[in-house]
C-alpha cells in the first residue's frame, strides 16, 4: 500500500512539474503598428510570446494575458537571426520569425 501511494504522489508531481510553465520557452517581440491575432487587437508595444509545447502560443502584455492561438512551429532556415513580425494587408499577424524558428499562426 505504502508503494502504491508513492507512486500515485510521484506521478501527480511528475504531471505538475510537466505542466508548468517552467518548461513553456518564451521570447520577446516588439510591434510598431496595431496588428491582430485571431481578432484580438494588439496596439504598439512590447509582448511576450510563449510557446507551451501543445501547439499553442501565448501572447502577454506587462504580464497579462492577451490571447492564445493555435500555431506551427517550424526551424528557421535562411540565416538571419533577427526577430520579425509578418502580417497580411488586414493587420493580422501571419507568422512571428524567431532566431531560430518560425511560429506560424494557424487560422
Sequence with gaps: MRKLMTA????????????????A???SFR???????NGTELKPGAYKL???????????????L???AT????PRTNGSTR??????????ITEIRLKKQV???VR
Design 8 to 23: 500515485v504522489l510521484l506521478t501527480a508531481l511528475v504531471a505538475t512539474v510537466a505542466s508548468s510553465p517552467l518548461w
Design 50 to 64: 510563449e510557446l507551451n509545447g501543445n501547439n499553442e502560443a501565448l501572447i502577454y502584455r506587462n504580464g497579462k
Design 66 to 68: 492577451v490571447t492564445k
Design 25 to 27: 520557452k518564451t521570447y
Design 103 to 105: 511560429v506560424v499562426f
Design 83 to 92: 526577430n520579425s513580425v509578418l502580417r497580411n494587408a488586414d493587420g493580422a
Design 71 to 74: 500555431v506551427e512551429v517550424k
Design 31 to 37: 510591434l510598431s503598428q496595431a496588428a491582430s491575432i
